[in-house]
């Protein structure tokens, strides 16, 4: 089963997303359909586009944590 979706998040935490949440958002829900469609043979080619994907993750969440960190706030 996948997990919540965006919009159910949005109103559990009461607020909008940022782009990059909501692109990490479907980068992950899209990590959890292809590893339903592994098998023991013939399927590395799905393991490099999980792995591609999480370092995606990565760098968004790289990318946020410096533009939040340099924000100027009230």
Known sequence: MLK???KQREQR???MTTWAEE???HLKEEI????T???PHDTGH???YIANMERRIEELNDNE???DSTS???
Request: with cysteine; net charge positive.
């Open 4 to 6: 919540e979706s965006l």
């Open 13 to 15: 935490k009461g607020y």
């Open 23 to 25: 692109h990490i958002s």
């Open 32 to 35: 959890e359909i292809i590893k």
């Open 37 to 39: 469609r592994l098998q």
């Open 46 to 48: 799905l393991h490099d």
């Open 65 to 67: 944590e410096c533009r």
């Open 72 to 74: 100027v706030r009230a």
